[in-house]
C-alpha cells in the first residue's frame, strides 16, 4: 500500500527535509582533504542534535553511521570510518536522512573534494544531478510512477560521455516512498522495466524519494563483506543525488531543497507547489 499524507505530514517532512539540508550543507563543507568520513558523520550528528531531529540511518537494519558516505567506485551506503581520508580529486556521495515528529526526510548530493576532477567526472555528477530533476519534473498529477523512470532514463541516455560509451544506470537500487518510515512502497527504478508495468497513479499526498545512481561503466554491482558498502562491479566511480519530494494538489514540493524546488522547477516550466513552512 502506498501512503498517502495529508498536508499537515507532509509540512512535518518538510521540517525533516530543511534537517537533512542542512545536513547536506554542513557535510560538503567538511568534505575537504584530510578529513576522514567519521569526520564528516560527527559533523552530521551535530546537526540533527541542533535541530532536535532524530537520524533515521543509524541503526537502520545495523548501519553504523548517521550518513553514507560513499566514496568513488562506491555507489552507495558506505559507512563512514576513521579509515577513510578523503584526498583531493576524490567524489563523494553524501546521504542523509532526519526524524521530525515520525516523519522522514532523506536525500543525497555528489560533492567533489578538493581540485583536479577531469570533466567527465564533473560531466558524471551533472548527469545524475540533471537526471533527478527530470524525474521530479515528471511527478505530477495524471502521470504514473513509470513516467519517472521514464524521465530519468530518457534523460541519462541522451548524454554523450565524453570519454565515449554510454554511462551505467545502477540497476539493483532505486527510489522510494517515504513518509513514517524511511523506506516504503513504492519501489521506483531509474529505468523502465516493461515487465513491471506502469505502477501506480501519481496522486496528491504521495511522497517519493527519487534517487538516480549513475556510473561510468557498468550498471552491476556487488555488496562488500561489511553487508552494506556496495561497489560497481568494474570499479568505475559513480554519482548519487537525491532529493525527497511531495505530490501537492498544487504540484509537486522538493522537501529536502531549500527552497523546496522553486528556482530549478521554474527552469523546467513548472511552478512548485507552495511551502507550508512559510
Known amino acids: 500500500m502506498v501512503e498517502i499524507k495529508t498536508p499537515e505530514q507532509i509540512a512535518k517532512m518538510r521540517e525533516a527535509g530543511l534537517v537533512v539540508a542542512a545536513m547536506h550543507e554542513a557535510c560538503a563543507e567538511a568534505a575537504v582533504p584530510g578529513a576522514t568520513t567519521k569526520d564528516l558523520d560527527e559533523v552530521a550528528a551535530k546537526v540533527l542534535a541542533d535541530h532536535g531531529a532524530k537520524p533515521n540511518f543509524l541503526g537502520y537494519g545495523g548501519f553504523p553511521g548517521n550518513i553514507c558516505t560513499s566514496v568513488n567506485d562506491v555507489v552507495v551506503h558506505g559507512i563512514p570510518s576513521k579509515d577513510t581520508v578523503l584526498k583531493a580529486g576524490d567524489l563523494l556521495s553524501i546521504d542523509a536522512g532526519a526524524i521530525i515528529d515520525g516523519w522522514h526526510g532523506d536525500a543525497a548530493l555528489t560533492v567533489f573534494v578538493g581540485e583536479g576532477h577531469s570533466a567527465e567526472l564533473h560531466e558524471l555528477s551533472r ?91 557498468t550498471p552491476r554491482t556487488h555488496v562488500l563483506s561489511d553487508d552494506w558498502t556496495v561497489k560497481t562491479n568494474d570499479g568505475t566511480w559513480s554519482s548519487h543525488w537525491e532529493h525527497s519530494v511531495a505530490l501537492t494538489e498544487q504540484g509537486p514540493l522538493v522537501l529536502t531543497a531549500r527552497d523546496g524546488g522553486r528556482a530549478k522547477l521554474a527552469e523546467l516550466g513548472i511552478e512548485a507547489a507552495p511551502d507550508p513552512l512559510g
Open 127 to 217: 548527469v545524475t544531478r540533471e537526471s533527478m530533476w527530470a524525474g521530479i519534473a515528471a511527478m505530477r498529477k495524471g502521470n504514473r510512477l513509470v513516467d519517472i523512470s521514464k524521465a530519468i532514463e530518457s534523460y541519462i541516455r541522451r548524454q554523450p560521455r565524453p570519454a565515449g560509451g554510454k554511462y551505467g544506470i545502477i540497476e539493483d537500487y532505486g527510489g522510494h516512498g517515504i513518509g513514517s518510515q524511511m523506506h516504503m512502497d513504492p519501489h521506483l527504478l531509474n529505468y523502465v522495466e516493461r515487465r513491471r508495468g506502469r505502477g501506480p497513479k501519481l496522486v496528491p499526498g504521495m511522497c517519493l524519494a527519487i534517487e538516480p545512481m549513475v556510473s561510468l561503466g
